[in-house]
């Protein structure tokens, strides 16, 4: 696609619930981001894909907090058991390769969750 | 602990003047510093970055002074437009790494 794609835009659930976010990267991208950005904060980095792989989760707050990406391409940011402290917006971003010096990160518009 | 600082949290220039952000970072193994602009409802985009070999890098408008010794970077914009209005992030990573710290923001508004 021309861009990176998120859905849903918005998403609003109940304490307890199970949410899962869909990132679809720009075609080609290797590499593939999750960050976090809360109000009035700049984003704050849960993960990082190479292909299929994780290769840094070392950002994802807890044991709730999990994601895939079995393709290499689309990847899914799963929460469990929502928490009113996990409302945020959730971004996604591709790159080329991955390397930060060399590549740019392509960040999509969000998902704004609010937890309830 | 916030790897990187960013003030202030918002900025009000007239048309044509200069918006200054400064950031500052601890991490001496930081050597690649980038910028990102965000409008509201959009994901940040890249404005303009800079490695720490050179002290300053400029892009049209937009100019990145970095100082090594103070571990300090800041973002100039040149005749700042009503459309510049938008809030900044300073950020900060080593170069061969992936994972980027971000400051607080900067909300910028240019008033026409």
């Known amino acids: 696609g021309a861009g990176v794609s998120q859905t849903p835009s918005n998403k609003v659930t109940e304490k307890g619930k199970y949410v899962e976010l869909r990132c679809d990267p720009i075609?080609?991208?290797?590499?593939l981001y999750w960050y976090r950005q809360s109000l009035g904060q700049g984003p704050e980095f849960l993960i990082y894909?190479?292909?299929?792989?994780?290769?840094?989760d070392s950002g994802l707050p807890n044991d709730r907090f999990f994601a895939v990406r079995p393709e290499g391409s689309v990847s899914t940011l799963k929460i469990q058991r929502t928490e009113r402290g996990d409302s945020a917006v959730y971004l996604c971003a591709s790159s080329s390769s991955g390397l930060a010096g060399t590549d740019t990160q392509y960040f999509g518009p969000g998902t704004r969750l609010t937890v309830l | 602990q916030q790897q990187v600082k960013q003030s202030p949290q918002s900025l009000i220039v007239q048309k044509g003047g200069i918006s200054i952000i400064n950031c500052a970072y601890e991490n001496t193994a930081f050597d690649y510093f980038p910028w990102y602009q965000q409008f509201p409802g959009k994901g940040p985009a890249l404005l303009i970055a800079?490695?720490?070999?050179?002290s300053e890098k400029k892009e049209g408008r937009f100019t990145i002074s970095f100082n090594k010794s103070a571990k300090q970077f800041s973002l100039h914009i040149m005749d700042s437009q009503p459309g510049d209005s938008a809030t900044y992030f300073c950020?900060?990573?080593?170069?061969?790494?992936?994972?980027?710290?971000f400051g607080s923001g900067t909300k910028l508004n240019v008033k026409p």
């Open positions: 800079i490695r720490p070999d050179v």
């Open positions: 950020a900060a990573s080593t170069y061969n790494f992936n994972k980027f710290y």
């Open positions: 894909f190479q292909g299929t792989g994780a290769a840094d």
């Open positions: 075609s080609g991208h290797t590499a």
